[in-house]
């Protein structure tokens, strides 16, 4: 399906006049739809952490360079997530706070294991990577939309452009949506909405191991200092 597909299935819910065009029309209803099409298209995006949209990034250290430029087409880090360096066998350290990031950087801390933190539209790791040594993680695009060519873009700018997650579910939050805004009945269409993300969202994280009996570890449990102590 595309969003001129989509739109055409919205508009027969809707009661609108059904378009041969969607993105050069001048019709009001259209334009309206095209506007709510990348409205509902970007809240579904950022709704949760589809693995579609997931992005390994890489930094590679040089020995000097503790501010690394985020790439430009992030939005924001994963609701879970840690940067790995390639000499540690621990994640670094996350500081959320600027104030203790600030801290760290006047008191000139020594540092067992790096630390980052975001600001800037950057990435801060303290102290720099050694060179040759990479740090990864893993963050959304905003490359929500597929072309024709199949490249990528943030945007629906032309009719035969498709939504890189369900289409179905963009239909049904466009509709929802749509009679919100008209002041008509939504709240069964809505109702409809939330029930099919959630199960997507389900879908979408794959399979769980099962396990039987006690756990006898925490799941997200690390290594406290990894490298050996030599008395």
């Known amino acids: 399906m595309t969003i001129l597909s989509t739109i055409q299935g919205v508009c027969k819910v809707v009661g609108l006049t059904v378009p041969t065009e969607a993105l050069a029309s001048t019709e009001r209803a259209h334009v309206e739809l095209v506007a709510l099409a990348n409205e509902m298209a970007d809240r579904i995006a950022q709704g949760h952490d589809w693995q579609s949209l997931k992005v390994l990034a890489t930094i590679t250290g040089d020995g000097s360079t503790e501010s690394h430029s985020l790439p430009s087409d992030y939005i924001r880090m994963l609701k879970k997530a840690q940067v790995w360096s390639s000499s540690l066998e621990t994640p670094l350290t996350p500081i959320s706070d600027t104030d203790e990031w600030l801290g760290l950087d006047i ?3 020594d540092f067992v294991i790096n630390a980052w933190t975001i600001y800037g539209d950057q990435i801060h790791i303290k102290p720099a990577l050694a060179s040759a040594v990479t740090a990864k993680y893993f963050y959304v695009t905003n490359q929500i939309v597929t072309a024709s060519d199949s490249s990528t873009k943030t945007t629906f700018t032309a009719d035969d452009d498709t939504f890189r ?58 290594t406290s200092y990894p490298q050996s102590i030599t008395p």
Not at 187 to 209: N, P, V
Request: hydrophobic share 40%; glycine share 8%.
């Open 107 to 109: 008191q000139a801390f």
């Open 165 to 222: 997650l369900s289409e179905r579910l963009l239909t049904l939050g466009m509709i929802w949506q749509w009679r919100a805004h008209k002041g008509l009945p939504y709240q069964e269409d809505m109702e409809t909405f939330e029930a099919l993300k959630e199960t997507l969202i389900s879908d979408d994280k794959g399979s769980r191991m099962v396990r039987l009996g006690k756990v006898r570890l925490p799941g997200d449990l690390t």
